[in-house]
C-alpha cells in the first residue's frame, strides 16, 4: 500500500512540476523581454556558428549590431546593414554596391531587430538545463515553434540570470543545421550620433558604388 502511494505521490509531483515549467519559462523571457525593452539603445558584440556535419559545414565568424527601437546598423561578414525604420540597407563594400529593400515580414526570419525580442510570439516554451559559465548562471529556455511548417526545428535561448539578458541562442533546423550565437559583449545606453541610422545615398555614389532598389 505505502508503495502504491508513494508512486501515486511521484506522478502526482511531476504533474505538477510539467504544468509549472511553461509559465515558469514565460515568466523568465517576459523579465528578459522587459529589460530589454527599457533600454533606449544596445549595442551587442557577438561569435556566430553555423553547422552542418552532413552538409560539411563548419563555419565561425564575429559580428556586432547597435539597436535602437526598431532601428540597426548590423556588422557582418565584412557587410553592413543598416535600417532606417522604413527601408532595409545592404552595403557590400567587396562588391562595391548597395541594395534598398522593405523590410522582411516573414514571420520566422531572424532579423537583427527581433534578435533580442524573437521569442516574445510563435513559440511554446519549456525549462531547460542550468549551466556555469565562468561563474555565470546561464539558464536555458527551449523553444518549439508553433507553426508546424517552419524550418526551424527547435531553439535553445540561455538567459544570464544575474543580468537577465541573453548570453546565447542556439538554433537546430529540421535539415539538422545548427545556429549558435554566443553574446561576447552586451552594452546598453551609449552615446550614439544623430546620423548612425541614416543612409547616405549620395556619398556611396560619389564613391562609385551601385545602388540597387527592390
Not at 161 to 177: D, S
Request: no cysteine; proline share 2%.
Amino acid at each position: 500500500m505505502q508503495k502504491i502511494v508513494l508512486v501515486f505521490a511521484l506522478v502526482f509531483t511531476t504533474t505538477i512540476l510539467s504544468a509549472q515549467t511553461p509559465e515558469k519559462a514565460k515568466a523568465l523571457l517576459d523579465e528578459v523581454y522587459n529589460r530589454v525593452k527599457s533600454y533606449d539603445n544596445i549595442f551587442v558584440d557577438f561569435k556566430f556558428d553555423l553547422k552542418n556535419a552532413e552538409a560539411g559545414i563548419n563555419q565561425e565568424t564575429r559580428g556586432d549590431v547597435t539597436l535602437a527601437g526598431d532601428k540597426y546598423v548590423f556588422n557582418y561578414l565584412g557587410s553592413k546593414q543598416l535600417y532606417d525604420g522604413k527601408k532595409v540597407y545592404t552595403i557590400v563594400p567587396e562588391n562595391e554596391e548597395v541594395t534598398i529593400e522593405d523590410q522582411s515580414n516573414e514571420e520566422d526570419a531572424m532579423t537583427p531587430s527581433k534578435m533580442l525580442t524573437f521569442y516574445k510570439q510563435g513559440h511554446n516554451y519549456e525549462w531547460d538545463i542550468l549551466q556555469n559559465v565562468q561563474g555565470r548562471k546561464i539558464q536555458y529556455v527551449k523553444l518549439t515553434p508553433i507553426d508546424s511548417n517552419t524550418e526551424i526545428k527547435s531553439r535553445l535561448l540561455g538567459i544570464d540570470m544575474g543580468t537577465k539578458h541573453i548570453y546565447r541562442l542556439i538554433e537546430t533546423g529540421k535539415n539538422g543545421t545548427k545556429t549558435t550565437i554566443t553574446v561576447n559583449s552586451f552594452k546598453t545606453n551609449q552615446p550614439l550620433s544623430a546620423t548612425l541610422f541614416t543612409f547616405d545615398e549620395a556619398k556611396y555614389k560619389d564613391d562609385g558604388y551601385y545602388i540597387l532598389r527592390n
